[in-house]
């Protein structure tokens, strides 16, 4: 039914439950009486109801966050308020026992510098295989481009050309500065950590990701989610990426459950 | 109970009213005191932590939808962070049920005693919910903005008016063109999902 701009404005008004008593009665004998009517009204309740609902996911989205954020600084603040472990210091009276004592630090600090190269060299190795250096396709799929201010368009599409050039500093540059909306800002933070960690720079990858894996879109979540654990093992946070690739692995509807148990494999 | 001490709402019901008042920090509080304890029931039922999440805010979603159409309403001997807790459960329960996951996990004891059309109807309204989503990215940048501001962030006439530097006249009359654009894009959008 086509509306006229009168008509939109009363069901506009019934639907807020703004027009009089009087006024609704008559409207309500309006809808009773054309068929028509009456389903353009329940059309146009149902898409209110979406754009509503689109609300309340903006609002939880922001719920997680400072849910996060709360338990976060927590769990923090805890951790520094723990009692700290004083080790019991047994008191040496003989030069032997600090000479054996000295051999045992140096013997074990050799193997254990030995240890952590080789550890470094097998996370690094499992990093190069599973995250080549240009997933471009992992940027662009999905990627809502057109979510993006028209205006803006042009920079974000030159930008994915210098991505898939290897022209991360310029994708960096571009990328900062582009406005984002509630709707577009994970995808852009999704973006920039993905090309900082193609350019080497975990750590600065790591925020950015992790705050892409509150996006309301599923499949950005898990990607989010799956880069942020190799940027961890990029960055040399091992016991940080292990839990996160234990959940992805242990999700068989994952995309990434298969890369994941591989990376573990070679880590674990 | 109802009358349990709650830190920032001192009633199920103060909460309930904030609730359906749409106040942000009653989202927050909701989430904080409901998901830890869904989560945890998830880890022991099948679920991941990313299943945890998207029942969670699936469940919740419904719940708080249903407060808006007057669905749900407040039950005096009734917490409402359990009633959550149940929304969001029997979503997993459902899914859990769904061909997908059939063949993959055991069902929990006592998922056959639960009544699942509530949940199957307020999943479908989900998919409704997405659908206005497809329609509203098809709308141009001038029009999504103007319908997100009034309808989503629900942003008075004036205000928009205000911020785009026009009239509020010619804003009403550009909200209902905008409206009709999205109308025609939902019913196309609506036949293509079978909705």
């Known amino acids: ?104 630090v140096l013997l074990l600090g050799v193997g254990y510098y030995a240890f952590q190269q080789q550890l470094a060299r097998r996370d690094a190795v499992a990093y190069a295989d599973s995250f080549g250096p240009a997933p471009t396709d992992q940027v662009m799929k999905g990627f809502p481009t057109a979510a993006f ?57 790591l925020p950015l990701l992790n705050s892409a894996r509150i996006a309301p879109a599923l499949a950005l979540r898990q990607k989010a989610t799956w880069f942020m654990a190799l940027a961890y093992v990029k960055n040399g946070q091992k016991n940080k990426a292990l839990p996160v690739l234990k959940q992805i692995s242990t999700d068989k509807a994952n995309p990434f459950n298969a890369l994941a148990r591989q990376v573990l494999q070679k880590i674990d | 109970m109802a009358t349990r001490q709650l830190p920032i709402y001192p009633t199920d019901r103060d909460l309930y009213v904030a609730l359906s008042h ?33 029942a969670f805010q699936k469940g919740l979603l419904s719940f708080l939808l249903n407060i808006e159409t007057g669905k749900y309403q407040f039950q005096e001997e009734t917490r409402v962070t359990t009633v959550v807790f149940e929304y969001c459960k029997r979503v997993w329960l459902t899914e859990l049920k769904s061909a997908r996951f059939r063949t993959k996990v055991a069902m929990p004891d006592g998922f056959d005693t639960i009544d699942s059309t509530d949940v199957a ?75």
């Not at chain 2, 749409?22 to 039922?45: G, K, T």
């Not at chain 2, 329609?135 to 004036?158: A, H, N, P, T």
Request: proline share 3%; charged share 30%; net charge negative.
């Open chain 1, 1 to 104: 039914m086509n509306l006229s701009e009168e008509q939109y404005d009363i069901i506009e008004a019934y639907l807020a439950n703004e027009l009089s008593a009087s006024d609704r009665a008559s409207f309500e004998g309006d809808i009773q009486a054309d068929a028509e009517l009456s389903a353009e009204v329940e059309r146009q309740r149902t898409l209110r109801l979406g754009l509503r609902a689109l609300g309340i996911e903006q609002a939880l989205v922001r719920a997680k966050a400072h849910y996060q954020a709360t338990s976060s600084s927590q769990a923090a603040l805890s951790s520094r308020e723990s009692p700290i472990i004083r080790p019991l210091v047994r008191l040496l009276n003989t030069w032997q026992y600090w000479v054996a004592a000295a051999s045992i």
């Open chain 2, 121 to 195: 109807t307020d999943l479908e309204r989900l998919d409704v919910v997405n659908a206005v989503r497809q329609s509203l990215q098809q709308l141009k940048g001038d029009c999504r903005q103007l319908i997100e501001w009034f309808y989503v962030e629900e942003l008075s006439l004036r205000d928009i008016a205000q911020r785009l530097g026009m009239k509020e006249t010619s804003v009403k009359s550009k909200r209902y063109d905008c409206a009709e654009k999205l109308k025609a894009f939902y019913q196309q959008t609506s036949i293509q999902r079978d909705l």
């Open chain 1, 149 to 205: 201010p028209l205006a803006d368009r042009p920079r974000l599409l030159d930008a994915f050309k210098n991505y898939k050039a290897g022209k991360y500093d310029r994708v960096i540059d571009q990328l900062k500065t582009l406005p984002a909306d509630k709707q577009t800002i994970y995808y852009k933070n999704y973006f920039l950590g993905l090309t900082y960690l193609a350019n080497r720079q975990p750590a600065e990858a």
């Open chain 2, 22 to 54: 749409r106040e942000e920090r009653a989202y927050q509080f909701l989430y904080a005191e409901s998901f830890p304890a869904f989560r945890h029931w998830m880890l022991a039922n099948s679920g991941s932590e990313m299943d945890a999440e998207d």
